[in-house]
């Protein structure tokens, strides 16, 4: 009979951490996606300049530059689910302030969701190794698709959100905050399994820095690569939707809608 309960305890915590896994991947670019569109909108009722719009795509990307060689060892000392959790709790407040509607917290924003999205895109990928050893590439594929997926509905579905009655623009941003809440109540719902679980070392790894890295061509070519193909859709996210608007070609909703089928 206790093991019988152990294993439906077990089996109700690993469907909660597919939920998670799934859930905080779709907060991985909605928050970013979602923006593009509404860059008229925005731009309009803050009275900013083109240079202040694209900070709202550029700041997240410098955060995950900047932040995400911190984020394994912070890992390390609390351990994954429990830095998503707190990564979370920072999206969700940045994706509410940057909606209030001023320019300097539009910005604040901006950079708190970068901060928090940049341990999602480090941490995902060890978490569904560590957990799903011998499904890596089936909840791999998962987390892959719901980050894409949502990524594209984002996109769609903003400008006839923002022209709503109920929600402008702020609220069209705003909305993208509930997918971090849920997050948040799945980790919490999970923490009893979070704290009860004992360390696990898959392996020994040097956690000196090799200097020979910043000497290897290999890991040059592979920055180098990484870097310039994601010119390609972070510029998309933010500019598409306008350069249709201003050459005339789409209405608001068309090129919306036109990004997301780019997207997906």
Do not use: C, H
Request: proline letters at 6%.
């Amino acid at each position: 009979m206790q093991l019988e309960s152990t294993t439906r305890s077990s089996r109700y915590y690993t469907y909660l951490l597919i939920i998670a896994i799934l859930i905080i991947a779709s907060t991985l670019r909605s928050p970013m996606t979602s923006v593009g569109p509404l860059i008229p909108f925005i731009r309009d009722d803050l009275d900013i300049a083109n240079s202040t719009v694209g900070l709202l795509n550029t700041l997240p990307l410098i955060a995950f530059g900047l932040f995400s060689p911190f984020v394994p060892r912070i890992s390390r000392k609390y351990g994954m689910e429990m830095t998503l959790l707190f990564a979370m709790l920072v999206l969700a407040a940045g994706i509410f302030v940057r909606s209030v509607g001023s320019v300097s917290l539009l910005l604040t924003g901006t950079v708190l969701l970068g901060l928090g999205i940049a341990v999602g895109n480090v941490l995902m990928p060890g978490l569904i190794k560590m957990s799903f050893p011998y499904r890596i590439g089936l909840m791999t594929g998962i987390y892959s698709v719901s980050m894409n997926v949502f990524g594209a509905f984002s996109s769609g579905v903003s400008v006839p959100l923002a022209t709503s009655e109920q929600f402008g623009w702020q609220g069209a941003l705003q909305l993208w905050g509930i997918l971090a809440v849920f997050a948040i109540v799945i980790l919490l719902l999970r923490l009893p399994a979070i704290l009860s679980e004992e360390k696990k070392v898959p392996g020994r790894v040097d956690n000196q820095p090799s200097q020979a890295l910043f000497k290897s061509k290999i890991a040059w070519a592979v920055t180098l690569y990484m870097g310039f193909q994601s010119f390609i859709p972070y510029s998309i996210f933010t500019w598409l939707p306008d350069m249709m608007l201003v050459k005339g070609l789409m209405q608001p909703r068309q090129a919306g809608l036109w990004q997301s089928t780019k997207q997906a």
